[in-house]
T-cell receptor, first 113, second 112 residues
């Protein structure tokens, strides 16, 4: 079955430290990949997306992600986090152009001063 | 500004009552979706609609119903048959193939 796995449910990190949130998906010929951020009691906002082309994708708020086809991964990174980055982050995959989005279970990023 | 409006933000109901959650979008998107969010379980798809007057069941459709009479509107009814209705419900839409989802701010439903 098609699936998305976010390997860490919680990631605590100190302010100004780098962070990586991991996402793996089940293998497929063609995938479209997304990262979303959710602040408490709000909907999800798109951080970045990979549809095709360059495997390094830059998004909003200084985040970037790298598509690695051989490892079926799409890890999210930020070189220096801020307190305001504290939120839940969701990886999502669509396995064909018209397919449903399948979401990972989320990673709670907690940035401490 | 264009966006998705979900109302109300908080909703309280007694067990055994049906309740309808509103979702309206002015983005002119063809496809609309309803997700349920529970702590530690990510988002699970309830129903989706890719065109007016047509909709499909998602992964957890039992106990829910929808309608899509207008492009802008995709209301979700949580029926008394839904065994665990207390959750955060998110409505989303997108333009079409390969495009990202745009989300509303959600409705938190509590059933006691």
């Amino acid at each position: 079955a098609q699936s998305v796995t976010q390997l860490d449910s919680q990631v605590p990190v100190f302010e100004e430290a780098p962070v990586e949130l991991r996402c793996n998906y089940s293998s497929s010929v063609s995938v479209y990949l997304f990262w979303y951020v959710q602040y408490p009691n709000q909907g999800l906002q798109l951080l970045l997306k990979y549809l095709s082309g360059s495997t390094l994708v830059k998004g909003i708020n200084g985040f970037e992600a790298e598509f690695n086809k051989s490892q079926t991964s799409f890890h999210l990174r930020k070189p220096s986090v801020h307190i305001s980055d504290t939120a839940e982050y969701f990886c999502a995959v669509s396995y064909n152009q018209g397919g449903k989005l399948i979401f990972g279970q989320g990673t709670e990023l907690s940035v401490k001063p | 500004d264009g966006g998705i409006t979900q109302s109300p933000k908080y909703l309280f109901r007694k067990e055994g009552q049906n309740v309808t959650l509103s979702c309206e979008q002015n983005l002119n998107h063809d496809a609309m979706y309803w997700y349920r969010q529970d702590p530690g379980q990510g988002l699970r798809l309830i129903y989706y609609s890719q065109i007016v007057n047509d909709f499909q069941k998602g992964d957890i459709a039992e106990g829910y119903s929808v309608s899509r009479e207008k492009k802008e509107s995709f209301p979700l009814t949580v029926t008394s048959a839904q065994k665990n209705p207390t959750a955060f419900y998110l409505c989303a839409s997108r333009t079409g193939f390969g495009s990202p989802l745009h989300f509303g701010n959600g409705t938190r439903l509590t059933v006691t």
